[in-house]
């Protein structure tokens, strides 16, 4: 049975940190890539990041390039996100998803795989910031 867990969430003051951890079993997730996701209240669920597990290869959505970091330790199937210089906008539900393949760009903004292509998902964690 594939079952995806996030943790890490929580409450944390502009321009701080927080690292979220997916751990994946049920899965070989050298064959995987798995992205990151995040949905604020009333709007539609955006990608955030992929990392292709095979290589250690990340990408980012271009709002948080450079203050998120995506990275694996495969040793323990778990993924992370590390978020740096967080921002009011960066509140949302995170969640990490599973599909077979990597990750990479088809636009300069945009990166597969698409949200429908993902075939696990894990039930979410809140992460909420504010003054």
């Known amino acids: 049975q594939v079952q995806l867990v996030e943790s890490g969430g929580g409450s944390v003051q502009p321009g701080g940190s927080l690292k979220l951890s997916c751990a994946a079993s049920g899965l070989d997730l050298d064959a995987y890539a798995i992205g990151w996701f995040r949905q604020a209240p009333g709007e539609r669920r955006e990608g955030v990041s992929c990392i292709t597990m095979s290589s250690g290869d990340g990408v980012y959505a271009p709002f948080v390039k450079g203050r998120f970091t995506v990275s694996a330790d495969n040793a323990r199937d778990t993924v992370f996100l590390q978020m740096n210089s967080l921002k009011l906008e960066d509140t949302a539900v995170y969640y990490c998803?599973?599909?077979?393949?990597?990750?990479?760009?088809?636009?300069?903004?945009?990166?597969?795989?698409?949200?429908?292509?993902?075939?696990?998902w894990g039930q979410g964690t809140q992460v909420t910031v504010s003054a």
């Open positions: 998803a599973a599909t077979r393949g990597g990750c990479t760009f088809y636009s300069e903004t945009h990166f597969f795989p698409l949200e429908y292509e993902y075939d696990f």
